[in-house]
């Protein structure tokens, strides 16, 4: 008989059972609370898991109790294992979050990031729920009258060749024009209904035969939540009758996504709409981007990363978060001598300004991928994306008038494997990779940040470059214990998000330097290489820029000795964002 253990849960004053075998419980465990918490949310009506959408400023200052953190109370995420034979999770109220204001005062825990995972498949058996149909009114019927029908101007070129080597399928023939309304009313039923004498399996069945491949990306999204198998099979099947393809077997969304990528199909009128309701299913408190109907965000590109958003109050900020990749903020510091706890050869993003430097290692930053700090009497944000290999630094203490000091954020979502970052205050959505606000009050501002070097070094070198460098605490001041190599060469066998066509110039996960020029050039040095070249004497330039070493790592200049901004990034992610680059080769 196959062994299960039991979850309780108690929700709006109603108790339930969860019993779930131990082939995927042993998944929930090794990927943390997060898979157990969308798990729960994604059950029938009636088990109260799905919260109602409300403003990022009613979310964040509502009153929760006190409740059982997963990491804190027994679930040690490095080990990917519980030290409990039965977890226990206890909701009372629909909206509220656990709250960890009582875990400050604990002894230091294993801390580390809640893991993304794309694995998109869940044996457990679901419906979409009643509440759901709220949102009718303002999809329905009148979702052909939003959303745009072609690409943004910005949108990368379309490559069919992916980064495992292989060919994308041929594109589909795509019509023009608003989808007809027996479409419309099936997206409907597919997204709406909550399995209640509505055969959505059937919908999906019509949905295929509508010969409109542009609603194809609807398909794709839904299958990153989770469906169960009766309805994947046949979501999968609708695809592949739109397409005119085959999805191998395997994670079909990520096959999905990367042909809709690499084919550039233009998104279906209303998009938006629908597309926002299994998100907002999964983390409320993304509505607000969704909400923007100016926002110059392609919603295509965007994928779940497998976490939540970190929302958390700024008095908060030193909590752990089970659910989401929690910022740090104010690391405590030591100076280069207290920074013997980490090795000679570890690796740290080497930052300076105004006379002041500071080491962040590197596996810190894989746990927080965001860091708000303040250097050489600046404020400063930190992201550092692991899925696509790029630590940037920005300064967030220059804003327009009225507005708060910028507080990053990682939001939970992914746009072609780049995190998708978001000012606390104001919930507006930044452009990782470029500074520039997408959406809220600060795209109405046309607000973008000024990004500073990052120098990815060792620490003996940056120490020795800069001996009266600060270097982050080994606890990072919150008690914490990092695991030297949270990520356990997670991306080792290539991206594991969709990221679709890929330029072959270089191989997709290759280290580069990246930079532009002030007058607006993208330009690419494969990091490898440029050292090579650099160690043997060699003159590093392209474009009128000049490489040189600093600090153990590499620096920029123009012809003139102005230095100019510089980070690392994958190839990949830097060949999306700026798809015309030039790329340097050494001299044969």
Not at 232 to 244: G, H, I, P, R
Not at 360 to 387: A, Q, S
Not at 494 to 519: K, S
Request: hydrophobic fraction near 40%.
């Amino acid at each position: 008989m196959r062994r299960s253990t039991v979850h309780e849960t108690r929700v709006t004053g109603t108790h339930h059972r969860l019993q779930i075998p131990r082939r995927f419980r042993q998944t929930l465990h090794h990927h943390s609370a997060i898979a157990l918490q969308m798990l729960k949310r994604i059950l029938p009506q009636g088990h109260g898991f799905v919260p109602a959408a409300r403003p990022a400023a009613a979310i964040r200052n509502r009153q929760v109790t006190a409740r059982p953190d997963p990491i804190a109370d027994g679930f040690d995420v490095d080990a990917g294992k519980s030290s409990r034979s039965t977890l226990t999770y206890l909701w009372t109220d629909r909206d509220a979050r656990p709250d960890r204001s009582a875990i400050a005062a604990r002894p230091p825990m294993s801390f580390a990031t809640a893991p993304r995972h794309p694995v998109a498949a869940s044996p457990i058996r679901h419906r979409w729920p009643r509440l759901a149909l709220l949102l009718f009114a303002l999809v329905g019927l009148a979702a052909a009258a939003c959303g745009s029908g072609t690409s943004p101007p910005n949108a990368p070129p379309a490559s069919r060749t992916l980064a495992d080597g292989s060919l994308a399928p041929p594109a589909p023939p795509v019509p023009d024009g608003p989808l007809n309304d027996d479409l419309i009313a099936d997206l409907d039923r597919a997204f709406l209904g909550d399995g209640l004498g509505i055969d959505t399996t059937g919908a999906f069945f019509r949905i295929g035969a509508a010969q409109d491949p542009r609603v194809a990306w609807l398909l794709a999204d839904l299958m990153r939540f989770f469906p169960d198998p009766p309805t994947a099979s046949a979501v999968v099947q609708a695809f592949e009758q739109l397409t005119d393809t085959h999805v191998p077997p395997g994670i079909n969304w990520i096959t999905m996504t990367n042909w809709l990528f690499a084919w550039d199909t233009p998104a279906p009128p209303g998009y938006v709409n629908w597309k926002r309701i299994p998100f907002e299913r999964v983390e409320p408190a993304w509505a607000p981007f969704f909400d923007d109907q100016d926002a110059d965000i392609d919603w295509r590109l965007i994928t779940w990363g497998g976490v939540r958003i970190d929302d958390r109050p700024l008095s908060q900020v030193h909590v752990p978060c089970s659910r989401c990749i929690p910022a740090l903020d104010d690391p405590a510091l030591t100076d280069a001598s207290g920074g013997a706890w980490y090795a000679d050869a570890g690796l740290v993003f080497g930052l300076s300004v105004n006379g002041e430097a500071r080491a962040y290692p590197k596996h810190i930053m894989e746990v927080h991928e965001m860091v708000n700090d303040t250097l050489g009497g600046r404020r400063i944000g930190i992201p550092y994306c692991t899925l696509c290999g790029s630590a940037q630094a920005y300064y967030t203490d220059q804003v327009p008038p009225g507005f708060e000091t910028i507080e990053l954020r990682t939001s939970g979502l992914l746009s072609r494997s780049n995190k998708v970052m978001f000012d606390f205050h104001t919930s507006s959505v930044f452009d990782t990779f470029r500074g520039v606000a997408l959406s809220g009050p600060l795209q109405d501002q046309r607000y973008a940040l000024e990004m500073l070097s990052v120098v990815t070094s060792t620490w003996g070198e940056w120490k020795a470059a800069y001996p009266d460098t600060t270097i982050v605490a080994q606890d990072g001041g919150i008690g914490a214990s990092y695991p030297l190599n949270p990520l356990f060469g997670r991306d080792d066998n290539g991206p594991i998000f969709p990221i679709g066509g890929v330029d072959q110039r270089l191989p997709a996960q290759e280290p580069i330097l990246g930079i532009e020029t002030p007058d607006g050039q993208a330009l690419a040095f494969p990091v490898a290489e440029a050292r090579d070249a650099l160690e043997r004497g060699a003159t590093v330039m392209l474009n009128g820029v000049h490489l040189m070493m600093a600090a153990g790592g590499l620096s920029a200049a123009l012809a003139d000795g102005t230095p100019i901004v510089t980070h690392q990034a994958f190839w990949f992610a830097w060949s999306q964002f700026h798809p015309q680059t030039a790329r340097w080769s050494p001299s044969p």
